[in-house]
């Protein structure tokens, strides 16, 4: 009972631990144990804990308290190597050539499960860290580890100086630690962690309860001594060979009892429990027989746990009897093997197989694993528990869960398959919009990147970011997918809007009028909007026609109007200045969203463009040279002018289309692809659309700022002797 053994008063020393592994593990590494021992001394260094003592008394600890569940060798290392790689410059890589690959990967997951930060905002998320913690233990000594990791500092919490750190260190014991050691049936832990975060929580009600039970022992004498002799002499005279154990409750179960069911200590019927212990299952029940036919039973409190097991695995046979004295005495009656298992928990797997590296047992280590998993979802539902059934579902969804963290340490639940990018959006909305990449474990990776159990997750932004229809495929849970799509259409509608607002000031200026926004709401009705802006949507989308507003707003002007004929337009102009004021601007960002590009034109910064607004198709933007543009001709109304309008400082760039004709020749595709990297520019895709003997054609895509980026990689391609031609090949 190592958990429960006095605080010793000097560090472990070497030989002590090892002796202490080898007293119950023949075959322990005692030269692994050695090399770890003097690796966390030297690494920790001259570091101290808050009583002053070297920080390597900690890990050294840790691992003496492990030895108390006989667990492993590989488990023993990384209790005392547990710190380095969070506290020391110790990596993973070092740790896997000094121990091996087994601790490396044991001591990284106890790292990653200490960064999880809990404070009482995310008192809700309890719970999750629980199921978290459960679910990123894919291997259960990582939680052993990290469970005694736990237990030495909450036994050394009384020198933590910041009384807040204290609380919020008992606290987050009380809520995560403490029901996890539960969990895993390590009933000695749970105890003691609970007993150590009641004393910093509540010192005063503590310190209460302790008075009146000294009080208590005081008039009522040594009751324990008492009633243990009387029930060894009961079963004595039965014949039968049994220890009987008893022991005062631990003052916080006490204190829980007593505040759910609003009774004082005088009322609590069991501060006293009796253990039991037999040599096998048909003693359980002589014994049994026994004290029912000595003492009356008290109903309702009898549980049979060897017929029915609990499906944790816990055997037992309860039972409550007004006892020696007229006290309710509550009894445990079991087999050694069963008390072991509901003491140590999944930590009695070690202590029946010798260690897991003996041949079948990691067999018996997955069983214990699934019985974990199991006695989550059943610790959590109550039998006859109403809400059972609707939280059992919901456990059982957990295994399709995958639990990340931010930076910072919070927790982030998502379905397994989600995607950094879901990641984003499950923090903030914002931060999904304003996504432009992410780490992953501090490495760069791209935002489809289906996230892993326990993965930190950096989201990095950009405020110039906006959503595009492509991250729809990039995400998995429908909060992002929702969030994507209305934020494309907000941003869609706001371009929209100030397109139509556009068309509106161009029509109205070719009769000297300006369409304000008093003037739009006489008559917005009339086409059945509700606002101004709303008709401007409508307008900008192709929905209504810029002309027939006017024509409602000024029907003799409008009358008057000549629109520009097509073939006039297409004439080469002396400049673009008439166009500075009146043009439906084109800028980077408004690509793609109400603007389009006709396919494969083109069109860069610096050629002259024309918009064609029809009905119900918004603006399509083609170079004035497209021969598609010749369909338009009967309609001269569809034409609008647009013209570029991009950001200097921060160039968009777009793409744009070359075919190639190259000799057929060793390394030359090598030069066409240096030149357009010398020249900054990206290639988006290649295609190879024709080989002969001689040369073969290639249509390379690639990214430009505007036509002058374009003619210079153009001109430098031409320079090239593999190069027989270019061009830049257009609808
Ligand atoms: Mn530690």
Same mark, same amino acid.
């Not at 907000?490 to 139509?500: A, D, W």
């Not at 029509?507 to 926004?517: I, L, N, R, S």
């Not at 991009?646 to 075919?659: G, I, S, T, W, Y």
């Not at 988006?684 to 002058?708: A, G, K, M, P, W």
């Given at each position: 009972m190592a958990t429960s053994a006095p605080k010793p008063d000097r560090m472990l020393r070497q030989y002590e631990l090892v002796d202490r592994v080898t007293s119950y593990d023949t075959s322990a590494d005692e030269g692994l144990i050695n090399r770890a021992y003097v690796y966390t001394v030297s690494k920790h260094g001259k570091q101290k804990r808050h009583n002053g003592d070297p920080y390597f008394s900690h890990p050294i600890e840790v691992a003496g308290i492990l030895t108390g569940f006989r667990v492993d060798t590989p488990t023993i290392v990384t209790a005392l190597l547990h710190d380095t790689i969070e506290?020391?410059?110790?990596?993973?890589?070092?740790?896997?050539?000094?121990?091996?690959?087994?601790?490396?990967?044991?001591?990284?997951?106890?790292?990653?499960?200490?960064?999880?930060?809990?404070?009482?905002?995310?008192?809700?998320?309890?719970?999750?860290?629980?199921?978290f913690m459960l679910a990123m233990s894919k291997?259960?000594?990582?939680?052993?580890?990290?469970?005694?990791?736990?237990?030495?500092?909450?036994?050394?919490?009384?020198?933590?100086?910041?009384?807040?750190?204290?609380?919020?260190?008992?606290?987050?014991?009380?809520?995560?630690?403490?029901?996890?050691?539960?969990?895993?049936?390590?009933?000695?832990?749970k105890e003691e962690l609970e007993d150590l975060s009641f004393q910093h929580?509540?010192?005063?009600?503590? $310190?209460?309860?302790? +008075?009146? %039970? @000294? =009080?208590?022992? #005081?008039?009522? &004498?040594?009751?324990? $001594?008492?009633?243990? +002799?009387? %029930? @060894? =002499?009961?079963? #004595?005279?039965? &014949?039968?060979?049994?220890k009987v154990y008893g022991r005062e409750k631990r003052p916080y179960s006490m204190w829980v009892k007593m505040q759910r069911r609003k009774i004082t200590l005088e009322q609590l019927s069991d501060i006293f429990g009796f253990r039991v212990i037999v040599?096998?299952?048909?003693?359980?029940?002589?014994?049994?027989?026994?004290?029912?036919?000595?003492?009356?039973?008290?109903?309702?409190?009898?549980?049979?746990?060897?017929?029915?097991?609990?499906?944790?695995?816990?055997?037992?046979?309860?039972?409550?009897?007004?006892?020696?004295?007229r006290k309710r005495v509550e009894v445990q009656i079991r087999t050694e093997t069963m008390h072991e298992l509901a003491e140590y928990g999944i930590a009695a797997h070690w202590i029946y197989k010798e260690g897991i590296r003996n041949a079948g047992a990691s067999e018996e280590f997955a069983d214990a694993f699934r019985w974990l998993k199991q006695l989550d979802e059943i610790l959590e539902t109550g039998k006859d528990d109403p809400e059972g059934f609707l939280e059992n579902t919901k456990l059982q969804m957990y295994v399709d869960q995958v639990f990340c963290f931010t930076p910072k340490g919070m927790l982030i639940t998502l379905p397994s398959g989600a995607t950094a990018l879901d990641f984003a959006y499950a923090v903030h909305t914002r931060i999904g919009d304003t996504c432009v990449g992410c780490k992953v474990n501090g490495r760069h990776v791209p935002l489809r990147t289906e996230l892993k159990n326990g993965d930190e997750v950096e989201i990095v932004r950009s405020e110039a970011q906006r959503p595009t229809a492509a991250w729809e495929t990039l995400v998995k849970t429908g909060k992002a997918r929702a969030a994507i799509r209305r934020s494309?259409?907000?941003?869609?509608?706001?371009?929209?809007?100030?397109?139509?607002?556009?068309?509106?000031?161009?029509?109205?200026?070719?009769?000297?009028?300006?369409?304000?926004?008093?003037?739009?709401?006489?008559?917005?009705a009339r086409f059945e909007y509700n606002t101004v802006d709303e008709l401007c949507l409508a307008v900008g989308d192709g929905r209504v026609n810029a002309n027939d507003v006017l024509r409602k707003v000024h029907p003799k002007l409008a009358e008057a109007v000549t629109l520009e004929e097509p073939s006039e337009r297409r004439r080469p102009r002396e400049s673009e200045e008439g166009l500075e004021k009146s043009a439906v601007r084109l800028s980077g960002a408004s690509r793609g969203q109400a603007i389009q590009f006709a396919p494969a034109t083109f069109p860069l910064p610096g050629e002259r463009?024309?918009?064609?607004?029809?009905?119900?198709?918004?603006?399509?933007?083609?170079?004035?040279?497209?021969?598609?543009?010749?369909?338009?001709?009967?309609?001269?109304?569809?034409?609008?002018?647009?013209?570029?309008?991009?950001?200097?400082?921060?160039?968009?760039?777009?793409?744009?289309?070359?075919?190639?004709?190259?000799?057929?020749?060793v390394g030359a595709l090598h030069?066409?692809?240096?030149?357009?990297?010398?020249?900054?520019?990206?290639?988006?895709?290649?295609?190879?659309?024709?080989?002969?003997?001689?040369?073969?054609?290639?249509?390379?895509?690639?990214?430009?700022?505007?036509?002058?980026?374009?003619?210079?990689?153009?001109?430098?391609?031409?320079?090239?002797?593999?190069?027989?031609?270019?061009?830049?090949?257009?609808?």
């Open positions: 506290d020391t410059d110790a990596t993973v890589e070092e740790l896997a050539e000094s121990f091996g690959p087994e601790v490396a990967e044991l001591v990284d997951g106890v790292t990653k499960l200490g960064k999880i930060e809990f404070t009482s905002e995310h008192s809700k998320q309890a719970e999750n860290l629980r199921k291997d259960i000594r990582v939680l052993m580890v990290k469970l005694a990791d736990r237990l030495h500092n909450m036994r050394t919490l009384h020198f933590v100086p910041k009384p807040e750190k204290r609380r919020r260190i008992a606290q987050e014991t009380l809520d995560i630690y403490a029901p996890l050691a539960g969990r895993m049936g390590i009933q000695s832990i929580l509540y010192p005063e009600a503590r $310190a209460a309860l302790l +008075e009146k %039970l @000294e =009080a208590f022992r #005081a008039t009522s &004498g040594d009751v324990i $001594a008492e009633i243990t +002799e009387e %029930l @060894e =002499a009961a079963f #004595a005279a039965e &014949g039968i060979a049994c040599e096998d299952v048909s003693d359980c029940y002589r014994v049994l027989g026994a004290l029912h036919t000595r003492w009356a039973m008290v109903p309702g409190r009898f549980k049979d746990y060897l017929s029915t097991p609990k499906q944790n695995g816990y055997r037992s046979i309860h039972s409550t009897v007004i006892g020696p004295a494309i259409r907000q941003e869609r509608e706001v371009e929209m809007t100030r397109v139509g607002r556009q068309l509106l000031h161009d029509a109205f200026a070719a009769v000297g009028k300006e369409p304000t926004d008093t003037v739009l709401e006489r008559v917005f463009v024309v918009g064609i607004a029809e009905p119900g198709k918004g603006v399509v933007v083609y170079p004035i040279d497209s021969l598609s543009l010749g369909q338009y001709d009967e309609h001269p109304d569809y034409w609008i002018d647009v013209r570029w309008d991009v950001n200097e400082e921060d160039p968009p760039v777009f793409p744009c289309r070359f075919r190639v004709t190259l000799v057929n020749e030069l066409v692809t240096d030149v357009i990297a010398d020249y900054d520019s990206n290639i988006s895709n290649l295609e190879l659309t024709r080989r002969d003997l001689d040369f073969y054609d290639l249509e390379i895509d690639l990214q430009v700022r505007d036509l002058r980026h374009a003619t210079d990689i153009k001109i430098a391609l031409e320079g090239l002797h593999v190069v027989n031609s270019v061009e830049r090949p257009r609808a």
